[in-house]
């Protein structure tokens, strides 16, 4: 069977304020490296990936483009996108430029792949265990087993219920699916967002979306306990212990 045509969508559009940092967090050094260029260097060994399309603020589109991508020749970077409000904004924005590349996403015959910037530690492993699933789900999203003990809470911040631990999935990025799948769900979210808003349903993730829009299953993936998601200065010693370690 030939291998259909692989995107990597990379966001990587925040901030440094949780960072507690003036500088954005997807720039901040990791070892003497921005801390976006590690998974653009796995997206650029991949031999699953074929191209990607970067989403950045839109102040920082020049920087990227010649700081990042030139500066350590990001080859499979097909275009660097300016991102929206929310994190849907810039999915959808980097999907629109899907659309027009083909002509008519919805009906590409590909996979997308969508990755935090802030998480980079992915891996060709990772990568492998979502091609593998999508061909046979059409969606699906990493993750790993939670460790501890969770509970919900109520409105008044007493714990409420304690869910089945061996049920409950922490869940990380690459999500990944069909072309035509994502691109759809998404575009019905562009359409729909505000009467969401209005019942009190704040979308979270990509996964999120295709259930939400398209009232489709979401496969759950293994991904590692290492694919972690720099947020906080923490964050960062942990990265740092990881990468020392090798």
Known sequence: ???????????????????QSDVAKQFMLLNGKPLIWYALHTIEESSIIDDCILVTGVEDISYVQKEIVEQYDFHKVVAIVAGGAERYDSVYNALQFIRDETGNAADCDGYVFIHDGARPFLTEEIIERGYLAVQESHACVVGMPVKDTIKLADPDGYAASTPDRSMVWQIQTPQVF???????????????????????IRITDDAMVVETLLQRPVKLVQGSYENIKITTPEDLCVAEAFLSRG
């Open 1 to 19: 069977m030939d291998k259909k045509k692989c995107t990597a969508i990379l966001l990587a559009a925040g901030s440094g304020k949780r960072m």
């Open 178 to 200: 069909d072309t035509g799948l994502i691109t759809e769900a998404y575009s019905r979210l562009m359409k729909q967002k505000d009467e969401l808003a209005g019942k009190g």
